[in-house]
């Protein structure tokens, strides 16, 4: 028990011992320590620079890689171009050759030497299949390529102009050896220029119908078959000759050729349809339409018969005319008739019916007697107009139309002419100048009519003009009767000429003009007196 109660005491005495040496240790170590601690800093000092060092050289690990990569590349690089020197300096004259290709072909396409041109490119396309891979061989290739693009849309632009068969040969040639398109592609890029030529033919800013029209007909005869010519020489002919790379998918030439021709054809048909509308003359009608049969053979001669397609157009736009100018001299006469003041006449409603004789090629000059009346004066005026333009270019297969519309109109002016009988409350005297103008347009203006188309349309069997005025004569002879030595007289001698009036006009001298020439207009002198 005591030695634990002393035990502190021994352990502080032997921490105090420690202590003692300690310092006596340190005091006779001391410089040793010193260098001890300077060394340890100069460790530590090294240690935090190499971590630094370290933490960059992480940092840069990636530049550091691609930096020795470039350096490998460079090196490959510097090997390869050391061994293209070697091998450009062993392939001095075959790249010699190659650097005058370019110039000498565009050369070639520009004088037309096409054959020439063909025969280059193909050198070209040989030498550089053959050449090492060179920077210098890929820019000579490159250049010639250039030059072929450069060229080509010219070579198919030179298609929309005029050009003879032996140039056309040559660009086809061309363009197919060069193997840039099919067979049918080149067919069809060769006529849809041709197409374009054909076009520009017809391009005129101030046309008039007739030269458009005349225009149109010599393209589709002339320049039409000269453009099949030149598809059958540059292609049928020489077919063996073609680019046979994909003769298999072709279609046949003609059928290319043929769907060509029907769509131009159709196009031509349609702008003459168009312009044929406004032609307003018989004799230039009648001039397009010997054209258009002329072209209309030439056209069947490739294959292409539209002769009566174009005979039906033309025969319509005839009629047209001739309903045109019928239907102005109805106009005119219902007008004139609506307006028509009836007076007094003493001297003709007794008077006989006039006999024109129908024989062909005699020319029969309009009753003068016409004059005094408006309504048949403008009428028989209208109507010569419209036989004048038609005796130009009269068919003989639309008679029966062209006598049918004036039969129509004539039928109508006398029903017009019954209507005002009947609508109107006529006194004596209007009655009498009525009845003139009735027996008038019965006797002198019917038959006149009948014979002068007769002598237009070339026949015996035209209009019936006793048919058409009958309702006339039986408003006449409900008021009036022949004399018996009258009516007597005229079976002795029909074609004698009727009792005129006072003041009447005598008969007019037959004229040269195939049908006849308009009467005069009609004055305040022509007309009787009330």
């Known amino acids: 028990m005591d030695s634990f109660l002393r035990e502190p005491s021994r352990l502080a005495a032997e921490q105090q011992r420690i202590v003692n040496e300690m310092i006596d240790v340190s005091m006779r170590h001391y410089p040793v320590f010193i260098k001890s601690a300077a060394t340890c800093g100069e460790v530590l000092k090294e240690v935090a620079v190499d971590a630094q060092v370290t933490e960059r050289l992480q940092r840069e690990e990636e530049t550091l890689r691609e930096r020795l990569q470039r350096l490998v590349q460079r090196g490959q690089e510097w090997k390869k171009g050391r061994q293209q020197l070697l091998v450009l300096r062993s392939s001095q004259e075959l790249i010699r050759d190659l650097f005058e290709l370019p110039a000498t072909l565009e050369n070639c396409l520009r004088n037309e030497l096409y054959h020439e041109a063909v025969l280059l490119y193909e050198k070209a396309e040989s030498l550089l299949a053959a050449a090492p891979d060179l920077p210098v061989i890929e820019g000579i290739a490159a ?28 660009i086809t040639r061309f363009l197919s050896r060069l193997k840039l398109m099919s067979n049918r592609e080149l067919r069809q890029v060769f006529l849809s220029r041709r197409q374009v030529y054909l076009q520009s033919l017809l391009r005129d800013t101030q046309r008039r119908p007739f030269t458009y029209l005349n225009r149109i007909c010599n393209v589709l005869s002339v320049n039409l078959p000269a453009v099949v010519t030149e598809f059958h020489t540059s292609f049928e002919q020489g077919e063996a000759k073609l680019a046979p790379h994909d003769a298999d998918e072709d279609v046949p030439a003609c059928d290319v050729l043929g769907a060509w021709m029907a769509n131009t054809v159709d196009a031509n048909l349609k702008l003459i349809e168009t312009n044929l509308a406004l032609i307003s003359s018989g004799g230039e009608l009648k001039q397009l339409l010997e054209q258009a049969m002329q072209c209309g053979k030439q056209l069947a001669a490739k294959g292409v018969d539209v002769r009566p397609i174009l005979y039906d157009m033309y025969s ?74 038609l005796r130009r270019c009269s068919l003989s297969s639309l008679t029966p139309k062209l006598l049918g519309k004036l039969q129509g109109c004539l039928e109508q002016c006398v029903a017009d002419t019954v209507e005002a009988y009947h609508s109107q409350a006529l006194d004596e005297g209007e009655l009498s100048g009525f009845l003139a103008f009735v027996k008038v347009m019965h006797d002198d203006l019917l038959p006149y009519l009948a014979r002068s188309v007769d002598i237009m349309l070339s026949t015996s069997r035209g209009l019936p003009s006793r048919d058409i005025g009958a309702p006339l004569m039986a408003i006449y002879k409900r008021h009036v009767k022949a004399p018996p030595r009258a009516a007597a007289t005229e079976e002795k001698n029909p074609d004698a000429g009727g009792a005129a009036a006072p003041g009447d006009a005598p008969p007019a001298a037959e004229p040269a003009a195939p049908v006849a020439a308009p009467l005069p207009a009609a004055t305040d002198t022509d007309r009787p007196s009330p």
């Open 316 to 389: 319509k736009r005839i009629y047209e005319l001739w309903a045109q100018g019928v239907d102005t001299a109805y106009a005119n006469f219902a007008m004139s008739l609506k307006n028509h003041t009836w007076c007094r006449q003493s001297g003709y409603v007794a008077g006989r019916e006039t006999k024109f004789e129908r024989t062909a090629g005699t020319t029969v000059a309009p009753p003068q007697v016409l004059r005094q009346y408006l309504p048949l004066g403008y009428l028989t005026n209208a109507v010569l107009n419209a036989m004048n333009e």
């Open 143 to 170: 250049e010639v390529e250039d030059t072929m693009k450069k060229y080509l849309p010219q070579l198919i632009a030179r298609l929309s102009t005029a050009l003879s068969p032996a140039q056309c040969i040559k």
